[in-house]
């Protein structure tokens, strides 16, 4: 703990596997930011076994913070999914890509760091972007790495919504869980292609309100009416204030994880590895077109673009392709 | 009418321009695929004077539809917004991404396209991927600009939600229309950073139902903890099923257009250039690196990545950079 006089990636990493959080705390401040120290960072951590990591889903008060309090008590208890290892660490990275207004996820960090403060097995950690390339969706594979490289079995992403960001993330993640609650019908229809696309498991959180029969039934209607799938999303109910449910809840990623174990986990890491690839392709490819001696050449097309002497088309393969 | 002869976008805007609905179709149906027709069609129509776009973009049955229509029915007895063309022609685009299990649009269609069908003056499509490059979201600003090389002057977008998808086609729109009813609370919480970034003008359709000032409330506030902006979205309320308060909306509309010929239109449209280019762009990269020679090459990063020898960061630039 105390000052980190240590800076480089190399010498944190140490640290932070010496039990210094300071250091793992600037760790991933490095994979959240841009420039040399993030991309060491980055080589330093890659080759990592890879924990388990669990997304968590879901509209802003639907109960998400409550259900990975309890979760969190039920790894310490419990171990590893697999038996094999009683002791686990439990890292919570805390995603709220709208917090220019919500500030929601600081707020209640530090109400929930109480709780788990004194705990060394416990990490919990607000993510922001602080211009790494790409933006926080590529920010979040890294930190999962960073707290893989100093020794956590489990980590558990917290996202707000099912925007493109949230699909990015739950990428990241062997098991995405969608949190909901009773009576959400045309919000449930509204984001049913988002929540289809991501969702491992269903929780119907606050299960003991009107409405969960419905909701349940909705969800079951949602999949039958989706594509067939080797794995149907259980439905678990919770009401996380007071802890029911929740032991089904693990129950439920226990057989998900088992499911995974079946090959289909190294299948779902290839394709995390392409998507993540493809998106640090993208944004490498967008600051090469617009900074140093390509900016001139990327405004000379938007403003012929803009005056309408050519296409899209044309303009991209003129910046890509005559170097 | 009638048969397609002609098969050269050239030939085909010619007819379409005369009137023909078939080869205006044919147009659409050349930039919603890829390949050479795609592309022939895109530098073709790029270099229009731009129509008016106006996004209608909310949940499925907020009543986009019926709002749709009625627009169109002002929109052929009022003329253009600057009141300089009394007679408009209207196209309507309607994108549905989560058509997999939906339908809807094309039943929509269905019904609608009896009240305006004999209606020269307008054309309603509903649009799906053929393997644009880039997908719908791209697809959607070409199809815009052929509708304008034939002679729209309104173009109407239909979306359905506010996921990346929505964002995306919502920044071809000059002005975006988010339809919302009332009471519903927690979905607008969730999708409050999606909405606020794209709205111009927020409608509450079925007005006459409990829970509208409580939704307008919440809009209110939500404005208020959003960022100061010169454009603040005025809130109309709605029952488009009879009509009441479209002449609102219209008026919104009109102001909105009027906001933007301050100036801020040709800002707004040189972003909205530079966005395209930068979708385009990373579309065509990620089809560069993965396809012909360059496809062993990636798989090779890609095995790499999956065996943790190297990181995204490295691959990305041995892709990019070592050719």
Wanted: hydrophobic share 40%.
């Amino acid at each position: 703990m105390g000052h980190v006089i240590a800076r480089s990636p190399a010498e944190l990493l140490e640290h932070a596997r010496e039990g210094s959080r300071a250091a793992l705390a600037r760790l991933i401040t490095y994979v959240e930011g841009s420039g040399a120290q993030h991309l060491e960072t980055a080589a330093l951590v890659y080759a990592q076994s890879a924990p388990y990591v669990i997304g968590l889903t879901g509209a802003p008060g639907a109960g998400k913070s409550t259900l990975t309090d309890q979760l969190i008590t039920i790894a310490l208890a419990h171990g590893s999914f697999d038996g094999d290892n009683p002791f686990v660490r439990v890292a919570v990275l805390c995603v709220d890509p709208s917090s220019p207004f919500s500030g929601g996820a600081l707020l209640g960090d530090r109400f929930r760091m109480q709780d788990h403060a004194t705990d060394e097995r416990v990490y919990i950690r607000s993510m922001a972007t602080r211009g790494h390339l790409g933006g926080l969706s590529l920010a979040v594979p890294d930190a999962v790495r960073v707290l893989s490289a100093v020794g956590f079995e489990l980590v558990i992403i917290e996202t707000v919504g099912v925007g493109q960001m949230e699909v990015d993330v739950a990428s990241t993640a062997d098991t995405t869980v969608v949190v909901l609650n009773p009576g959400w019908g045309d919000a449930v229809q509204a984001e049913k292609a988002g929540i289809l696309e991501v969702a491992d498991v269903f929780v119907i959180n606050k299960a003991d309100r009107p409405g969960t029969p419905e909701t349940r039934r909705d969800l079951e209607r949602m999949m039958d009416m989706g594509p067939m799938t080797t794995w149907r999303p259980p439905i678990v109910e919770t009401v996380a204030s007071d802890g029911r449910g929740v032991g089904d809840l693990w129950r439920a990623l226990s057989d998900h994880h088992r499911f995974l174990a079946g090959g289909e986990r190294e299948q779902r890491r290839r394709r995390r590895a392409a998507h993540e690839l493809d998106r640090v392709l993208s944004a490498m490819l967008s600051e090469k077109v617009r900074t140093g001696e390509g900016a001139n050449r990327y405004e000379e097309q938007l403003d012929a673009l803009t005056a309408g002497t050519t296409d899209p088309y044309r303009a991209a393969r003129a910046l890509l392709f005559e170097a």
